[in-house]
């Protein structure tokens, strides 16, 4: 994992009863570590797995296609509030209570959600789905460094890495064939299943904890209302910026204003409080500010490359969901075979060499989605996917372990929420960026490619001409002929414009990716623990 020093890793244990370095883990433990895993799984899963299914909800719903997208920002704005404010719960509750307790709120309102009635009510249900989903993204990863002996934690943040890399691949996927198959509610009841397997799972493998709920009353609430307002309205921004043309509607700039105004405010309070409900200072160390950094910047791959190729499988291709499934699922699986691989070499080489080969093997990934055609499809797709694949786990490893190196044990838990409330964020703010990009790309090239695809280009005139005799063979008369001819060209340049816009979003990430690899060698060298020469910097 990380270059925790020898002294710290003996605080650490003293703090929170991890076994010492070299000493056996007993299956409680390992239950423990895999229930907080196939929460974080869920809860990841949840942010778009409603996304194949939207159309099937809306008509349920009689909902239109604007407002829907709702159902996505409720869940996101919840769960990005939430995730800082695991570590002030787990103090208060004990972390066997809060994870029981918040899973089986969770799988409450993933009910409700099956069995909403109208948009309001399914939007309700979405975020009180997010607010107790969320808490179990970084509550995987505090389990995984608090709980595991140095010489494991590499194994550990490599399966939480998993979580993090196939879930939002596996969201759309999962979604559409649950849909297809036994309609849209059960994309919401097949939480049950990994959630009582986790409920089971930490009331045996951990032991019971002393509620401590007078940290409740001493907690900075001026500093969570703050928290609270600046995220959940940024995230608002973001989401629903490209669909009401951004500062040109009053709506975008009254929460682009309030979510100004609450991270500033929480900021000044973080800095000025003794003991803060969230860690602010830890971005002032150097390898944390530069894995949370990139680790945003993996969100903005993971959830924008999750985000545009369904997209274009869907418009150009006309897949359908499951055969969308059956493309993505290529992202999902060389990851299992990698992983372990990546976790024994996080322990010999310099995790800067691990993640500078893991951004590129994912940047070109990108770049090679940079050169579709209306054509491209499963076969040209696969390499793709493989080779994006393989890059992943490098990345979502090494990044853990540059965050949490060299930190105090009091800071874990603060870490664990930044880092990954930090991810989140890059997925809001890689979203955003790609659909406005889609959006202003597409009418780009739609007039370039109509500059040059005119009535009095002979290329265009034959091609019409061509068309419109194939309409009067089939007995369409020649006024309609030739008007179905000019919608036939029309729909080409429609459709060769937005190819090229969905190029143009994988040529954007893909530089991106490549672009970071520069910034991982501003951190300091670093080894998971526990191999040859693991540990120092």
Request: contains cysteine; charged residues 10%.
């Amino acid at each position: 994992m990380t270059s925790l020093s020898k002294p710290a890793d003996a605080d650490l244990r003293a703090v929170t009863g991890a076994p010492a370095n070299g000493a056996k883990v007993d299956a409680r433990t390992w239950i423990a570590v895999a229930a907080g895993m196939l929460g974080a799984f869920m809860a990841v899963l949840d942010i778009q797995i409603t996304n194949s299914s939207l159309r099937d909800i809306l008509g349920t719903l009689s909902a239109t296609q604007e407002e829907g997208s709702w159902i996505s920002t409720a869940y996101l704005c919840a769960e990005i509030v939430v995730i800082p404010l695991t570590a002030l719960f787990t103090r208060a509750f004990g972390v066997r209570n809060y994870m029981i307790g918040t899973t089986a709120l969770f799988l409450l309102f993933s009910t409700l959600c099956g069995a909403a009635w109208s948009l309001e009510s399914m939007i309700v249900f979405r975020m009180m789905q997010g607010f107790t989903g969320g808490a179990l993204i970084p509550m995987a990863m505090t389990l995984v460094i608090t709980r595991l002996p140095a010489s494991k934690r590499a194994t550990g943040l490599a399966i939480f890495g998993l979580t993090a890399t196939l879930a939002p691949a596996m969201g759309p996927t999962l979604g559409g064939y649950l849909s297809e198959l036994y309609g849209w509610p059960s994309i919401f009841y097949i939480n049950w299943v990994p959630g009582v397997l986790l409920i089971a799972g930490m009331w045996w493998g951990l032991d019971p904890e002393k509620a401590n709920l007078k940290t409740l009353l001493k907690a900075d609430w001026l500093g969570i209302a703050m928290m609270a307002m600046g995220l959940a309205c940024l995230t608002i921004f973001l989401e629903e910026g490209n669909s009401k043309d951004w500062f040109e509607s009053s709506f975008i700039v009254t929460f682009a204003a309030l979510s100004l105004t609450g991270l500033l405010g929480w900021i000044v309070l973080s800095f000025s409080r003794p003991d803060p409900f969230v860690d602010l200072r830890l971005y002032g160390q150097r390898n944390f500010l530069v894995a949370t950094a990139l680790s945003a910047v993996i969100g903005m791959g993971l959830y924008g490359s999750s985000y545009l190729l369904p997209l274009y499988l869907g418009q150009i291709a006309g897949y359908s969901p499951m055969q969308i499934g059956e493309v993505i699922a290529w992202m999902g699986l060389p990851q299992l075979i990698v992983m372990p691989f990546a976790a024994a070499l996080s322990s010999k080489v310099d995790n800067r060499i691990l993640c500078s080969f893991g951004l590129f093997m994912f940047g070109i990934s990108c770049v090679m989605n940079a050169y579709m055609d209306a054509t491209t499809g499963y076969d040209q797709l696969l390499w793709t996917q493989v080779i994006r694949a393989i890059g992943q786990p490098f990345v979502m490893l090494t990044l853990s372990n540059f965050a949490m190196s060299g930190l105090k044990p009091s800071q874990m838990p603060s870490a664990s929420s930044l880092f990954n409330m930090t991810r989140n964020l890059g997925g809001s703010i890689g979203i955003a960026l790609l659909a406005t990009s889609l959006t202003n790309r597409e009418h780009f090239h739609s007039a370039r490619l109509g500059e040059a695809v005119s009535n009095y280009a002979p290329a265009t005139q034959e091609r019409l001409d061509g068309l419109t005799q194939n309409f009067i063979a089939s007995g369409i008369d020649p006024a309609s002929a030739a008007n179905q001819a000019l919608a036939v060209v029309d729909r080409l340049v429609r459709r060769e414009s937005y190819v090229m816009a969905y190029n143009d979003g994988f040529w954007i990430i893909g530089m991106i990716l490549i672009g970071c690899i520069a910034a991982i060698w501003m951190a300091d060298k670093v080894k998971s623990p526990g191999g040859a020469g693991g540990g120092g910097h």
